[in-house]
Each structure stands twice: as structure tokens, then as C-alpha cells.
């Protein structure tokens, strides 16, 4: 089993659909994000919780919401989406926010959305 | 302002050594980062630079000059599951972890 789980691993929706993504993490961390990664461009931090609260929005537009109810869940809700949209999504988990500072941060395999 | 340049791609022999350099400007860093992520996998930790100077591990090696803004990852005797992106990423003043675009190696028989 591995230590974070995303699912589904792959998605596509039309620009009207409303979906979601979900993030399990099996390793007891209080930290978790996800990651926009769009082909040949650099990891973009979306969204950041600590303990179940949101401490980091990097200007993402609001047809993303984010979702924690507990520490070791995350969710992506993903409404009225656009074509460039389409991107892998990476979740990834640290143990708290001060692992960030080290760097470790360990990934899921990502959910590879397509909009149409 | 911040930017950080990585190669796009590399090709290299299988038994070789392949060198990937990574550049960055900041005003404030807190230590560099690589990750190695296979295709369609999950990109994983390799390793964590903040002083100057050569980290070993195993056939990976990371060294890092701070008065540069460079670093490179150093990679002996490939194999061909050594084949992946590596990305390279720092710490900024704001503990804010700025990404490359990561560089996809080719490793050929």
C-alpha cells in the first residue's frame, strides 16, 4: 500500500461537470497540498492544509475548492472547469509544515484530468 | 525577482555518468531539492542541499554553490530504470518551494 493515494487516476469532464478528487494519505502526517503539474512546466502549490486548516491559497481560481475534514483526507472539487485546466494533479503530504523546510515531501501518483 | 532553469532533456548511455545542472536567482534561499519522478509515477525525494559543497549517496551525488545560484545532480553507472524527470526546486525566504520544470533523462542501451 502506498503511503498516498489519489484517486481516480484519471478523469475527463466537460466544462460543465462537477467532479472531485481525493487524496488519502496512510502516514500520519498533519500537512498536505496539491500540486498543478502541467506538461513541461514547473509544479504549481495550489492549496496547503496543517491540521485540517487551510494556510495557504496561491490565488487559485474559485472553480477549485479544496476540502479537509481530517488529517489524513483531501479533496479537489472541480466545477465549470476550462480546457486548460487539464493537467496532472498531484497531492503530497509532510509530516507538518516544518518538513516542508527540508523538502521531503512525499507525492501520490497524481489524477490526470482532461477537460473538454 | 526568483527563476530556476533546468535542461529539458538529456540522453545518455547506459553504464555512463550524466550530470544535470540546475540554475536559480533568488533573493533568500533556504536549501535545494531534487526529485526524481518516473512517468506516470510520483515524483520521490532524492536529495536536500543547503551548505556548499558534494552530498554522496550511493550512484546519486547533489552539489550545491550558493554564490552561484548552482547546482547539479550527478548520477554513475546508469541503469536503465534511471530513465525519469528530475526536478530541482528551492527553498525560498519565505519557505516557499519554487519548482523547475524538471529535466527528462534518456537513458539508451
Known amino acids: 500500500e502506498t503511503g498516498v493515494t489519489q484517486t481516480p487516476r484519471h478523469l475527463v469532464m466537460g466544462m460543465t461537470n462537477k467532479k472531485s478528487l481525493k487524496c488519502e494519505q496512510h502516514?500520519?502526517?498533519?500537512?498536505m497540498y496539491w500540486y498543478k503539474q502541467s506538461a513541461k512546466k514547473p509544479l504549481e502549490l495550489m492549496f496547503v492544509?496543517?491540521?485540517?486548516?487551510?494556510?495557504e491559497n496561491n490565488s487559485v481560481p474559485s472553480r477549485f475548492s479544496p476540502e479537509c475534514p481530517n488529517s489524513s483526507h483531501l479533496f479537489l472539487h472541480l466545477h465549470t472547469l476550462q480546457p486548460e485546466d487539464s493537467a496532472l494533479y498531484l497531492c503530497?503530504?509532510?509530516?507538518?509544515?516544518?518538513?516542508?523546510?527540508?523538502?521531503?515531501?512525499?507525492f501520490g501518483e497524481g489524477s490526470r484530468l482532461t477537460v473538454l | 525577482g526568483q527563476n530556476i532553469d533546468q535542461p529539458t532533456e538529456m540522453t545518455a548511455t547506459e553504464g555512463a555518468i550524466v550530470q544535470i545542472n540546475c540554475t536559480y536567482q533568488?533573493?533568500?534561499?533556504?536549501?535545494l531539492f531534487w526529485y526524481q519522478q518516473h512517468a506516470g509515477e510520483a515524483p520521490t525525494f532524492l536529495s536536500y542541499?543547503?551548505l556548499d559543497g558534494l552530498e554522496e549517496k550511493g550512484r546519486f551525488s547533489s552539489f550545491l554553490s550558493r554564490s552561484k545560484g548552482y547546482s547539479y545532480l550527478l548520477l554513475k553507472e546508469l541503469q536503465m530504470k534511471d530513465s525519469a524527470s528530475y526536478l530541482c526546486?528551492?527553498?525560498?525566504?519565505?519557505?516557499?518551494?519554487?519548482w523547475g520544470a524538471g529535466t527528462k533523462l534518456i537513458i539508451k542501451p
Open positions: 533568488t533573493s533568500g534561499f533556504n536549501g
Open positions: 503530497a503530504s509532510s509530516p507538518t509544515l516544518a518538513e516542508l523546510n527540508t523538502g521531503e515531501l512525499f
Open positions: 492544509y496543517s491540521l485540517e486548516e487551510r494556510v
Open positions: 502516514l500520519g502526517h498533519n500537512a
Open positions: 542541499n543547503v
Open positions: 526546486a528551492f527553498l525560498d525566504s519565505n519557505y516557499q518551494l519554487i
